[in-house]
């Protein structure tokens, strides 16, 4: 169980540094290269940055719970011995 934890928070915590490189940031970021900086700035945030968005979150929510669990798991295994 700890190993597929630990997998589980390695493959979020890439993920989450590969999106958050994504975001758009005050003079563009990363996103531009991929097709980002064509929306306007009308209506706020892009529908595509909107989902960036809850896509973070997820995996940081997720990032946080296998961090949790992790701990509480190798907390009960060092009192059980």
Do not use: Y
């Not at 997998?7 to 975001?23: F, K, P, S, V, W």
């Not at 996103?31 to 700035?41: A, L």
């Not at 809850?54 to 940081?60: F, G, M, Q, S, Y």
């Amino acid at each position: 169980m700890i190993g597929v934890l630990q997998i589980i928070l390695i493959a979020t915590g890439l993920m989450l540094i590969g999106l958050i490189l994504l975001h758009k940031g005050k003079g563009g970021g990363l996103s531009d290269m991929f097709g980002g900086g064509i929306s306007s700035n009308l209506g706020g945030s892009s529908t595509a940055e909107k989902n960036l968005d809850r896509i973070t979150v997820v995996l940081a929510l997720i990032w946080t719970a296998c961090i949790f669990g992790l701990g509480l798991l190798i907390s009960a295994q060092s009192t059980v011995v």
